[in-house]
């Protein structure tokens, strides 16, 4: 996976929605993952997508679309906690490395 | 069941020196990734381990290297350390292909 796109900083209300989104360039896509990581934390697995669609986990959702590139995380009901960088990552055909994106620092204000 | 565990957690050295990283597995993976992270920055592959070998590289120079033993734990070397080398170190483990990988804490490295 290369050129993996997703917005620098978002900031919500506690209780909203927030939406992040990902593009991604592949020459054989392979499964995308979002991962959530506090500041000065280890990077914990939130969700994983292979096909088409959409996965649901608690307050966590998170949509693929292969043929558009495209994915995002749904963060409902926004807590204090949420507040983290959210990290896309994509794994090619062949490949055993993760690739990944910078980064979507979220904050949740009261 | 314990996570990923890595040592040191922070470690400062000088320009030229050498670095020896490591990392326990969590239980039952088998496999060993190691990354590196710049500050506001994705995680950039390093290479994996895999039955004791190095199995794929990331775009790192020949100075990065590590090691697998059979107890699957893992080791990061880094030789003639460079002010760029600053970075938190993460270790992640996983036991098949596709399964997502397990992060530790990481170890964060700074180089005067």
């Known amino acids: 996976g290369q050129n993996i796109d997703q917005p620098t900083e978002m900031t919500a209300t506690e209780g909203a929605i927030v939406q992040i989104n990902c593009t991604y360039q592949t020459s054989g896509f392979n499964g995308l993952f979002w991962y959530q990581q506090h500041a000065g934390e280890a990077p914990t697995f939130l969700s994983y997508n292979v096909l088409d669609g959409l996965e649901e986990k608690g307050r966590f959702s998170s949509f693929l679309s292969r043929s558009k590139g495209y994915s995002y995380l749904l963060l409902k009901e926004l807590q204090m906690k949420d507040s983290a960088s959210y990290l896309c990552?994509?794994?090619?055909?062949?490949?055993?490395?993760?690739?990944f994106g910078a980064g979507t620092t979220v904050t949740v204000r009261a | 069941d314990a996570g990923v565990t890595q040592s040191p957690t922070h470690l400062i050295k000088t320009r030229g020196q050498q670095v020896t990283l490591r990392c326990s597995p969590k239980?039952?993976?088998?496999?060993v990734s190691w990354y590196q992270q710049a500050l506001g920055q994705g995680p950039q592959f390093i290479f994996q381990?895999?039955?004791?070998?190095?199995?794929q590289r990331g775009n790192f120079p020949d100075r990065f290297s590590g090691h697998q033993f059979p107890n699957y734990s893992s080791e990061l070397n880094v030789n003639a350390l460079l002010l760029g080398d600053s970075a938190l170190y993460l270790c992640?483990?996983?036991?098949?292909?596709?399964?997502?990988?397990?992060f530790g804490d990481g170890t964060r490295l700074s180089i005067l």
């Open positions: 990552a994509v794994r090619d055909i062949g490949d055993y490395k993760l690739s």
């Open positions: 381990y895999y039955e004791e070998e190095e199995r």
């Open positions: 239980s039952g993976h088998d496999t």
């Open positions: 992640a483990s996983s036991s098949y292909s596709n399964q997502p990988q397990h």
